[in-house]
């Protein structure tokens, strides 16, 4: 099942967010807030936290583990970020499955950002991986991200690495063998 039908939503807000990624800036307050209560008004979870007074790697895991209701053996690392976003995305927590989706809002993200950049980087990264998950199994999963610094970039979040199919996915998968195939 598609998680959105061209032609009834191409003019629906969630639709044009996500067009271009599931991460997604926002400078202006009162716009960033506009778009947070639209997702509320049309059934999506809504997850707001306000990043602004992170200073710490704890500090942005402890947040995100109590809003998101992850589990208590959390490991609070990227790692368990991305294991327990998995599960959110399964909806064994976090959100249910009669939610329109989840958004994640997280105002004054510059803040932790100017402070923590790589950390800043890779929850997005990992955010924007597992929208892609929720994608495949026909659910929407957004980030907007509120900066009070209107020139902040980040790395692009998202990108697709070309991987080897499972059954060679392995560097011993991969060896030329040493046996002589029975047709040569």
């Keep these: 099942m598609a998680a959105f039908d061209l032609e009834r939503d191409a003019n629906r807000l969630d639709f044009r967010l996500m067009l271009h ?3 997604t800036l926002f400078w202006r307050s009162h716009l960033f807030a506009e778009a947070v209560d639209w997702m509320r008004e049309h059934g999506y979870t809504i997850v707001q936290l306000d990043a602004s007074a992170w200073t710490t790697d704890d500090d942005l895991h402890s947040a995100i583990a109590a809003a998101l209701d992850f589990p208590d053996y959390y490991g609070r690392n990227l790692d368990a970020l991305n294991d327990c976003m998995r599960d959110v995305v399964a909806h064994a927590y976090g959100t249910t499955e009669d939610a329109t989706g989840l958004l994640l809002a997280f105002a004054g993200y510059d803040a932790f950002t100017r402070g923590r950049p790589r950390t800043a980087q890779a929850v997005l990264e990992i955010l924007a ?6 994608m495949l199994t026909g ?3 957004l980030c907007l991200v509120q900066s009070n610094d209107p020139r902040i970039t980040f790395e692009p979040v998202g990108a697709s690495p070309v991987l080897w199919n499972p059954a060679e996915w392995l560097d ?3 060896q030329p063998s ?3 195939h029975p047709l040569a």
């Design 21 to 23: 990624g599931a991460v």
């Design 178 to 180: 040493s046996v002589p």
């Design 129 to 134: 991986d597992q929208a892609r998950c929720a």
């Design 172 to 174: 011993a998968k991969r």
């Design 139 to 141: 659910h929407r999963m």
